[in-house]
């Protein structure tokens, strides 16, 4: 507070000057907001994670006429638990499944359908697969069963 003739309040210092501030205030101001941006990360890394769900959201075991469909999630390491990776089968034998840049999960047998859940996406395929069809085994080796052709140099690779 600025001080007038007589001992009379006249206003603050600012007031004063014309409502602009001091370099000490734009200063300070300066410096609390570059301690809150440091302190930001630390405050936001102290707090607990959200639970990630019961457990109906992390595993599920059912029969969906006539497939057994089982999933679980197995976490990634050192991330929240629902940023893991689906581990499905469709009696006993894995569907691939592919998390969609929205959010939807498709399935390796329908390419083109998205899904909100990953149980959802392997009952679409099982409507797929239909009754008393299975999933095909995946071949280990190459693509093609790692057939070599006529004229591609058997066993002993390509020629030319």
Same mark, same amino acid.
């Given at each position: 507070m600025v001080v007038g003739?007589?001992?009379?309040?006249?206003?603050?210092?600012?007031?004063?000057?014309?409502?602009?501030?001091?370099r000490r205030e734009v200063t300070r101001g300066l410096l609390a907001s570059v301690a809150a941006l440091g302190l930001a990360p630390v405050v936001a890394a102290s707090r607990p994670l959200p639970p990630a769900g019961s457990a109906e959201?992390?595993?599920?075991?059912?029969?969906?006429?006539?497939?057994?469909?089982?999933?679980? @999630?197995v976490p990634a390491a050192a991330r929240r638990a629902d940023e893991g990776e689906w581990q499905i &089968?469709?009696?006993?034998? *894995? #569907?691939? @499944?592919?998390?969609?840049?929205?959010?939807?999960?498709?399935?390796?047998?329908?390419?083109? &359908?998205?899904?909100?859940? *990953? #149980?959802?996406?392997?009952r679409a395929a099982v409507d797929e697969i239909g009754p008393g069809q299975r999933l095909r085994e995946m071949a280990p080796g190459p693509v093609g069963g790692g057939h070599t052709g006529h004229g591609m140099g058997g066993a002993h690779g390509v020629r030319a």
């Open positions: 003739a007589g001992g009379v309040a006249v206003g603050t210092e600012r007031q004063v000057r014309g409502g602009k501030p001091s959201d992390r595993a599920f075991d059912e029969t969906y006429r006539g497939h057994r469909i089982q999933g679980f @999630l &089968t469709v009696d006993g034998r *894995p #569907l691939h @499944l592919m998390r969609r840049a929205d959010g939807t999960w498709m399935s390796m047998v329908d390419h083109y &359908t998205s899904y909100a859940t *990953p #149980l959802e996406a392997a």
